[in-house]
C-alpha cells in the first residue's frame, strides 16, 4: 500500500534554533516528492518539488533533501522564526494523477 | 482575484441537508481535486477531475456528488449531509497531471454537521 510516514507528529522549538523533519514514504513508483507549509486555517503551500535524481533542493531557509534508495527525507529548517509555526506536510507523488499525503509535523516556534 | 478560491469558508448545517461548496480557479488549470482534512489523516482525495466534463473518483467518494460544466468551477455536493462528514475541505488545481505539475490549493470550507 501507498504510504508516507512523518515524524515526528508535533515539534517545539525556540526561535533562532534549526530542526529537521523526516518523511518515509512507500509509494511505488515514485514521480516527485514535495514539501508543504500550512499555516492555521490556510491551504497548503508549496516549498519544493523534488525528482528521482534530485537529492538536495533549498528554498530560501528551507532545504529538503531525498534518498531515493532508502525512501526517505527530510526538511531542514535553518535560523527559525515565528512565522514558521506551521504544519509541515509531506507528499508523494505516485507517477499517476493522485498525490499522497502524510499526516504532517506541526512546528510550534516560541520566542 | 487571481488564484483559486473556495466559498463559503465556514458552514454550518444539519444532519440530512444538501450542501454544496463552491470552487473557483482563474488559472484555467485542466486538473481540480476535492480534498478532506481531519485529524490523524492525511488529505484524502474526494474527487478530482481531469477537464470540464470528466470526473473521477479519489479516496473516499461515498456521500458526495461533483461537476465539472465549465473548467474554471468545480463545485462539490454533499447529497445528505451525515456529521461523518464534519471536516475542513480543500479544492486545488494544477495546470496538468498533478504528478509533474504543482498543484495549488485553496484556503478551505470548514463544515460542520450537526
Known amino acids: 500500500k501507498n504510504q508516507v510516514e512523518q515524524s515526528p507528529q508535533s515539534l517545539i522549538i525556540l526561535e533562532g534554533k534549526n530542526c529537521t523533519l523526516q518523511?518515509?514514504?512507500?509509494?511505488?513508483?515514485?514521480?516527485?516528492l514535495r514539501w508543504y507549509k500550512q499555516d492555521t486555517g490556510r491551504g497548503p503551500v508549496s516549498l519544493t518539488i523534488?525528482?528521482?535524481?534530485?537529492n538536495t533542493k533549498s528554498n530560501g531557509r528551507y532545504t529538503a533533501t531525498l534518498d531515493a534508495d532508502t525512501k526517505q527525507s527530510s526538511l531542514h529548517i535553518t535560523a527559525s522564526q515565528l512565522s514558521d509555526s506551521a504544519s509541515y506536510i509531506c507528499?508523494?507523488?505516485?507517477?499517476?494523477?493522485?498525490?499522497?499525503f502524510g499526516t504532517g509535523t506541526r512546528l510550534q516556534v516560541f520566542p | 482575484d487571481a488564484g483559486i478560491t473556495q466559498s463559503p469558508r465556514y458552514k454550518i448545517t444539519e444532519t440530512g441537508r444538501q450542501v454544496t461548496l463552491m470552487c473557483h480557479q482563474t488559472?484555467?488549470?485542466?486538473?481540480m481535486f476535492w480534498y478532506r482534512q481531519d485529524l490523524g489523516h492525511g488529505l484524502r482525495l474526494i474527487y478530482y477531475?481531469?477537464?470540464?466534463?470528466?470526473?473521477d473518483k479519489g479516496e473516499v467518494p461515498d456521500g458526495y456528488v461533483v461537476s465539472r460544466s465549465k473548467t474554471e468551477n468545480f463545485p462539490l455536493t454533499l447529497e445528505s449531509a451525515t456529521r461523518s462528514q464534519t471536516s475542513v475541505y480543500f479544492c486545488?488545481?494544477?495546470?496538468?497531471?498533478?504528478?509533474?505539475?504543482?498543484?495549488?490549493f485553496g484556503q478551505g470550507t470548514r463544515l460542520t454537521v450537526v
Open positions: 477531475s481531469a477537464a470540464a466534463d470528466i470526473t
Open positions: 486545488a488545481s494544477s495546470e496538468w497531471d498533478p504528478s509533474s505539475t504543482e498543484a495549488f
Open positions: 507528499v508523494v507523488s505516485a507517477d499517476t494523477d493522485k498525490l499522497i
Open positions: 523534488m525528482t528521482f535524481s534530485e
Open positions: 488559472w484555467s488549470h485542466s486538473y
Open positions: 518523511c518515509n514514504y512507500t509509494v511505488s513508483p515514485f514521480s516527485n
